[in-house]
């Protein structure tokens, strides 16, 4: 049962647009979120995070909406460039005091153009 | 400072055959992890250990073993490889156990297994 989905394999974006990645989450009691970014051959990387008493986190280019109604979460990227070009990982996680097992969702694409 | 470094970064085993895989951090991080990745799926969290001396199954630990003996490295080992083995491994370290600590990601070893 997977409980993190990116139902987009890949996106293409133009280089200068907005970028929209989705996440769906089924868990309820996951209380955390995060963005992985991850390019090939190399170990994904932190970019974003979003509490669950948060519907908006900013960093930079990048802002993460979280709608906790709908168990869904995007992650924007405004202006998309071509160093953005990666696979994006979504990934939850609940705060119980210990290890802070993450689920990861399968990734989306993102193919940013000149 | 390398961060999360793994070895091997590639390895084919045959059916049967035993190997171990090797996670050093030098961020006196306290957590640590270990995630298979395959295609089409996120990534998936085999074992974990919240310090030294200590160990924890995650989502997939059938089939693998680990141990940490010091605090910096963390052996994932494989007692007798499969073909439904055949993935690609990543490590993960982090400070502390809340949520909000992002993890800290390997390279990646990528395992065939005939």
């Known amino acids: 049962d997977q409980q993190v989905k990116q139902n987009s394999p890949s996106l293409s974006v133009q280089e200068g647009r907005i970028s929209i990645l989705n996440c769906d989450y089924t868990n309820s009691m996951f209380d955390y979120f995060l963005w992985y970014k991850k390019y090939p051959a190399e170990g994904p990387t932190f970019l974003i995070s979003?509490?669950?008493?948060?519907d908006k986190n900013e960093d930079g280019r990048f802002t993460v909406f979280l709608n906790k109604s709908a168990k869904h979460l995007s992650l924007h990227i405004v202006p998309s460039q071509p160093g953005d070009s990666a696979v994006y990982f979504c990934?939850?996680?609940?705060?119980?005091?210990?290890?802070?097992?993450?689920?990861f969702g399968t990734g989306t694409r993102l193919q940013v153009t000149l | 400072n390398a961060g999360v470094t793994q070895t091997p970064k590639f390895r084919v085993l045959k059916t049967g055959q035993s190997m171990t895989l090797l996670c050093a951090q030098d961020?006196?991080?306290?957590?640590m992890y270990w995630y298979r990745q395959d295609p089409g799926m996120g990534l998936r969290l085999i074992h974990y250990?919240?310090?030294?001396?200590?160990?924890a199954k995650g989502e997939v630990p059938d089939g693998y073993n680990v141990s940490r003996l010091k605090k910096q490295n963390f052996l994932l080992g494989l007692e007798s490889a499969a073909p439904s083995q055949t993935s690609v491994y990543f490590c993960?370290?982090?400070?502390?156990?809340?949520?909000?600590?992002?993890?800290?990601f390997g390279p990646g070893t990528r395992l065939t297994v005939l």
């Open positions: 993960a370290s982090s400070q502390l156990a809340l949520s909000y600590n992002e993890q800290f």
């Open positions: 961020m006196n991080h306290e957590y």
């Open positions: 990934a939850a996680t609940t705060n119980t005091g210990t290890a802070s097992k993450l689920t």
């Open positions: 979003i509490s669950s008493i948060k």
């Open positions: 250990s919240v310090g030294e001396g200590t160990t």
